[in-house]
């Protein structure tokens, strides 16, 4: 997801995607 995004409502996970390589947490979180 883009910087910045609040797609995912649960903080825990903002944190994760900010130390998460992109794509690999959009297809964790996002499937």
């Given at each position: 997801s883009p910087?910045?995004?609040?797609v995912p409502p649960c903080p825990s996970?903002?944190?994760i995607e900010?130390?998460?390589p992109?794509?690999?947490n959009e297809?964790?979180?996002f499937e």
């Open positions: 910087p910045g995004t609040t996970k903002l944190i900010a130390q998460t992109r794509g690999i297809n964790i979180y």
